[in-house]
């Protein structure tokens, strides 16, 4: 409704995103049943949903992971919650720290395939979610301290120029699908735009 007050809950339904390591999907389906319903109880309107390779998406199949949703899944699950009040939400996490759930893509940050793929998956999201009208991109925690965490064995991470590029296009892919970037702000607090 507009001029509503967005009351979120960030839910991750992929927990590949810099830190854990999984051969399948921990996603229980119960707690998924148990949260949106209480949600709803509770007065909020809003799901953000981490993807990450938690949904099998067709443009780059090879992202998913074992167990991810199907295409099917995720339409009943935006129909179950547009009937508790809630709209789900798709959120992406392009942080180069928070970026495992890319795949072999994690290791090409910043480079014209990494650039196709996110722009084929945010365009994918945003008609697999039924035209939401904001897309999550993440963007958090893209800091020399945090790449250290990293268990793959390399710390990355974008700064200056090269992440206020990034950044860009990322948020024009989602102006492209028509609906509103929405983004984690703490990078940009240390960073120094040009532009």
Not at 70 to 90: D, H, M, N
Not at 151 to 179: I, N, P, Q, S
Request: charged share 30%; glycine share 8%; hydrophobic share 35%.
């Amino acid at each position: 409704k507009k001029n509503e007050k967005i009351w979120a809950l960030l839910v991750h339904l992929s927990m590949h995103f810099g830190y854990v390591h999984y051969d399948e999907l921990p996603f229980e389906d119960d707690f998924w049943e148990y949260v949106i319903e209480n949600a709803a109880k509770s007065g909020f309107n809003t799901i953000i949903l981490d993807i990450g390779d938690g949904i099998e998406l067709g443009s780059h199949p090879e992202i998913a992971a074992k167990g991810a949703w199907s295409r099917s899944r995720v339409r009943k699950e935006i129909e179950r919650c547009r009937e508790l009040g809630l709209t789900l939400i798709p959120k992406f996490n392009f942080s180069a720290g928070h970026s495992q759930w890319l795949g072999k893509y994690s290791r090409m940050i910043s480079t014209d395939v990494y650039y196709k793929v996110c722009r084929d998956i945010i365009h994918e999201a945003y008609e697999l979610f039924e035209h939401p009208e904001y897309i999550h991109i993440g963007m958090d925690e893209e800091d020399e301290e945090h790449a250290r965490y990293n268990k793959e064995g390399y710390a990355m991470f974008r700064r200056g120029d090269l992440y206020w590029h990034d950044m860009r296009f990322l948020l024009d892919c989602v102006h492209e699908t028509g609906a509103k970037p929405w983004m984690w702000y703490d990078s940009t607090l240390g960073q120094n735009p040009k532009a």
